[in-house]
């Protein structure tokens, strides 16, 4: 049998990994989540966030400082 193996291009990040992807604690990622609108999926009672939420955020702070 040919077994492939599927890379997934958008990952779901624990409330742990998404904050360590971001540089933040995780108690600032869980304010992010509840006060920004970053949609989570809940599967267990620990909260996924998908990679490509993670990346809008991002793209929507991104700035300039003066």
Same mark, same amino acid.
């Given at each position: 049998?040919? =077994?492939?193996? /599927? +890379?997934? &291009?958008? &990952? !779901? @990040? $624990? #409330? ?5 992807? !971001?540089?933040?604690?995780? *108690?600032?990622?869980? =304010? %992010?989540?509840?006060?920004?609108? +970053?949609? #989570?999926?809940?599967? *267990? $009672?620990?909260?996924? +966030?998908?990679?490509?939420? !993670?990346? =809008? @955020?991002?793209?929507?702070?991104? /700035? *300039? %400082?003066?």
């Amino acid at each position: 049998m040919n =077994q492939t193996t /599927t +890379i997934n &291009p958008d &990952p !779901l @990040f $624990s #409330v742990k990994d998404a904050a360590a992807y !971001l540089s933040i604690g995780q *108690t600032k990622m869980r =304010q %992010i989540i509840k006060t920004q609108g +970053i949609p #989570v999926v809940k599967v *267990t $009672s620990d909260p996924k +966030i998908r990679k490509s939420a !993670l990346d =809008q @955020f991002i793209e929507q702070n991104e /700035t *300039t %400082i003066s």
